[in-house]
């Protein structure tokens, strides 16, 4: 999606991309969102960019200060749902889930790694969702994300403002 959009003449002057998660790992990982965001967009974007600080020593304190640095309300949100119903690093099972008093948190190991994520909170407030399903496996998920069902993570996602992309083989 993030290439499509980089293909579009697009005033990134004006434009701030706000991750919605991150992996804690090394600049540069293959495992970070970042890397794949960076390399999806032109190069003219690179100064829209505004990474989560997940390689800080002090976790909590980079999340707070990446909420501080979040507008009042996101105007777009490009959201992914995983075939567990886990969307951002909003993950089943983990204490990040019962956050309400923060925009950002960071979550315990998921796939191995440890997360900075966009809470509840900050989605709910969210101008507009755009959620993009691929795959099959995800079939389920989807289901459960459209009936609201809050058994899984996206599914307690506030769908008053969303819109859902889903490819035919999930659909």
Do not use: C
Request: proline share 6%; hydrophobic share 45%.
């Amino acid at each position: 999606m993030f290439e499509l959009l980089g293909g579009h003449d697009v005033r990134w002057a004006d434009v701030s991309v706000f991750q919605v998660d991150e992996r804690v790992a090394p600049e540069g990982d293959a495992d970070r969102n970042l890397t794949h965001l960076r390399a999806s967009l032109p190069d003219e974007a690179a100064g829209s960019i505004r990474p989560m600080p997940v390689t800080d020593e002090d976790l909590d304190a980079a999340a707070a200060r990446y909420a501080a640095s979040l507008p009042e309300a996101l105007d777009l949100v490009h959201l992914g749902l995983g075939p567990d119903g886990h969307t951002a690093s909003l993950v089943p099972g983990d204490p990040v889930l019962e956050v309400s008093d923060r925009l950002v948190a960071v979550t315990g190991a998921y796939q191995g790694r440890r997360r900075m994520t966009l809470t509840y909170a900050a989605l709910a407030a969210a101008r507009e969702i755009l959620w993009l399903v691929t795959g099959a496996e995800k079939r389920e998920a989807l289901a459960k994300l459209r009936a609201g069902d809050p058994s899984v993570p996206a599914g307690r996602v506030s769908a008053e403002r969303a819109r859902v992309l889903a490819t035919a083989d999930v659909a």
